[in-house]
């Protein structure tokens, strides 16, 4: 199966900066079929990104994917209060389907 | 609306069985593959097991074969996930997801999400 390991951990940014996430795969994702979700404490996840880069419905532009292979990153331009949540990744080009372990945006 | 709601969720003693439900509204459910997704209390999303849209394929995370079946019933816009000999790590919340087969043809990423159902499992 593919391992997807995401860094760092925990990124404390304040409001209005920068965020950038990473998702490694222990081995080339077929298609770039990776996904990014969003998850606030207590609420189901929320599809932001698929296919590597492609934007969800309703997702604002300040949320970008890029990435191929085994290596995809999650921008995040400006925080807004509400970004501060938990990330995760996911592949679905290889069953069985894999989940990174998540990275938390924590206000600085 | 596209709209999930699980229910089931229960306290279990371990070796146990439940059973999780599904509801589904604001889409053609019969069209879409389903999943079930579990997270343990402050750990990550983990895959636990597919459907295709008429219930004749499943698939199944090597950690729950042989212990829980997924199923369907398409009359009732409703997913199941029996579980049988329940574990302490299988503790977990429980979320139903669909499959945007559609966008894939196939395997593909899960565009809606339910709110997700509590199962502890202790004596």
Redesign the interface.
């Known amino acids: 199966e593919i391992v997807l390991t995401q860094s760092p951990g925990t990124l404390s940014l304040s409001p209005g900066e920068r965020a950038t996430l990473s998702c490694r795969a222990s081995q080339s994702v077929s298609s770039s079929?990776l996904?990014w979700?969003q998850q606030n404490p207590g609420?189901?996840?929320?599809?932001l990104i698929?296919d590597a880069s492609s934007r969800?419905t309703g997702i604002p532009d300040r949320f970008s994917g890029s990435g191929s292979g085994t290596d995809f990153t999650l921008t995040i331009t400006r925080l807004e209060p509400e970004d501060f949540a938990i990330y995760?990744c996911?592949q679905?080009g290889n069953?069985?389907?894999?989940?990174?372990?998540?990275t938390k945006v924590e206000i600085k | 609306e596209v709209q999930l709601v699980e229910s089931g969720g229960d306290l279990v003693q371990p070796g146990g069985s439940l059973r999780l439900s599904c509801a589904a509204s604001g889409f053609s459910f019969s069209s879409y593959w389903m999943h079930w997704v579990r997270q343990a209390p402050g750990k990550g999303l983990v895959w636990l097991s597919r459907i295709n849209s008429d219930g004749s394929s499943t698939y199944y995370a090597d950690s729950v074969k042989g212990r829980f079946t997924i199923s369907r019933d398409n009359a009732k816009n409703t997913l199941y996930l029996h579980m049988n000999s329940l574990r302490a790590e299988d503790t977990a919340v429980y979320y139903c997801a669909r499959v945007n087969v559609w966008h894939c043809g196939g395997d593909c990423y899960n565009d809606y999400w339910g709110q997700g159902t509590l199962v502890t499992v202790s004596s």
Not at chain 1, 95 to 102: A, K, L, S
């Open positions: 079929f996904a979700y609420q189901a996840p929320r599809l698929y969800a995760h996911q679905y069953t069985p389907w894999t989940f990174g372990q998540g």
